[in-house]
C-alpha cells in the first residue's frame, strides 16, 4: 500500500479498487491482519480475515506458536499493519467527498476506535488486539506499533487533511490516547549502570521490563526500535525535560554504538550475507545489542544467542535484518533539534 503517490492517484480505480479490498478485510474489531495482498480482491463472505499462523507445524518449540493457527494476528499492529491500512483510506477518501466516499471514512472511524480500544491503561499497544497471550500481549516497540499508533492519532487529533472530517470529539480522545503512549516510552527506557540507554524490541504490559518474543528475539537493547521511538519523541511540539533527556541520552548511546569498516552484505549465492570488513564502510548498526554489555548479539530458531552473526544457521542469517543503518535517520534529525533544544 503506497503511501507515497501523488495525491490525485488516490481517486483513480487502482486506488478505490485497492480501498474496497482493504475495507473488506477490516476485523470484527476495527484493526487489520498482516502481510495481505491489498490488490487482490475483496474478501468474500466466510474467509479468514488473516493468513495462516508463521509456524504451521505442531509442537516446534516455537514461541510464535499460537493457540489456533488459523485464527492469529486478526488485528495487528505488526509489520505495518492497520496504521498503513488506516492511512491509505484516508488519502482514498481525501480524493472522494461526498456518500462514494463515505464506506472509506466508517473504517476509518472503526479503526480509530480499535487503536483507542486497544490501547493499555498506562499507554502502550500489544502487538495483537484482541489478545492472544504470550509475547503478542507486551507492549511493542518492534515494527514501529507504539510510535506509529501514536504517530497516526497525533495526526488525527490536529486534524490533518486525511483525517479532517473525525469528528472533534474523537479527535480529541485520539490526542489523549497519543500523549498516554509518551509515558510507557519514557519508561521503558533502559537503565544501566545508572545511565539511561535505549529501548526493547517489547516490555512486558505491566512491569515494563524487557520480554523475548521469537526464538531469535531476546531481550535486547534495540537500535531499529530506538530510532523510531526517538524520532516520535522529537516531533513532541513541547518537549517536557523527562523527555529532552530522554533523547539525548538514547542519541548519545547510538552514537557510541555505531559500527564503521563493516558491512552486512551478499558474500556469494550460496552463503548469502555476512559481516565481512570493509574499510570507510558504516555507520551501522546491530539489531540487538546486549543489555549488561553492550554488544552485538544475535538469535537462532534453536533459541542459542550468538555474539557473531556469521555463526547463527543460514536460513536465519538471510531472513532477518541483523544490521542496518537505520538509526543514522535518529543521528540526523537530532542534528537539526539539538539547535533549538540543547543539553
Do not use: C
Amino acid at each position: 500500500m503506497a503511501l507515497n503517490k501523488d495525491a490525485a492517484w488516490y481517486a483513480t480505480p487502482e486506488a478505490r479498487a485497492m480501498a474496497a479490498t482493504i475495507v473488506s478485510f477490516q476485523t470484527p474489531s476495527g484493526g487489520w491482519s498482516k502481510n495481505q495482498d491489498r490488490t487482490k480482491p475483496p474478501r468474500l463472505r466466510g474467509q479468514r480475515f488473516g493468513n495462516n499462523a508463521e509456524t504451521m507445524e505442531l509442537n516446534t518449540g516455537s514461541f510464535d506458536a499460537p493457540h489456533d493457527r488459523f485464527w492469529t494476528f486478526v488485528g495487528t499492529l505488526d509489520n505495518g499493519a492497520t496504521w498503513t491500512e488506516m492511512r491509505f483510506l484516508g488519502r482514498v477518501q481525501a480524493q472522494i467527498p461526498g456518500k462514494d466516499g463515505d464506506a472509506y471514512r466508517a473504517s476509518i472511524l472503526k479503526g480509530i476506535a480499535y487503536l483507542l480500544m486497544a490501547q493499555y491503561p498506562n499507554g502502550g499497544w500489544p502487538q495483537n488486539y484482541p489478545l492472544e497471550g504470550g509475547f503478542h500481549d507486551g507492549i511493542t516497540f518492534n515494527d514501529d506499533a507504539v510510535a506509529q499508533a501514536a504517530l497516526l492519532l497525533t495526526d488525527i487529533a490536529e486534524g490533518k487533511p486525511d483525517f479532517a472530517f473525525v469528528p472533534a470529539d474523537l479527535r480529541r480522545k485520539a490526542g489523549e490516547a497519543a500523549a498516554r503512549a509518551l509515558r510507557p516510552i519514557l519508561d521503558a527506557q533502559i537503565v544501566v549502570n545508572g545511565q539511561k540507554t535505549v529501548w526493547p524490541q517489547q516490555v512486558d504490559a505491566l512491569t515494563l521490563t524487557p520480554i523475548s518474543a521469537r526464538n531469535y528475539e531476546m531481550r535486547s537493547l534495540a537500535s531499529a526500535e530506538s530510532t523510531d521511538i526517538l524520532l516520535f519523541l522529537m516531533r513532541q511540539p513541547k518537549p517536557t525535560p523527562e523527555v529532552r533527556a530522554a533523547i539525548h541520552a538514547g542519541v548519545n548511546w547510538l552514537k557510541a554504538h555505531a559500527i564503521y569498516d563493516k558491512a552486512f552484505t551478499e558474500v556469494s549465492k550460496d552463503e548469502g550475507r555476512k559481516l565481512i570488513d570493509k574499510p570507510g564502510a558504516g555507520p551501522i548498526w546491530s539489531r540487538n545489542y546486549d543489555i549488561q554489555t553492550g554488544k552485538p548479539i544475535f538469535g537462532d530458531w534453536d533459541k542459542s544467542i550468538q555474539d557473531d552473526v556469521n555463526n547463527i544457521s543460514k536460513g536465519r542469517r538471510n531472513g532477518y535484518s541483523w544490521y542496518g543503518n537505520g538509526p543514522k535517520k535518529a543521528l540526523d534529525a537530532y542534528a537539526d533539534w539539538v539547535k533549538t533544544h540543547p543539553r
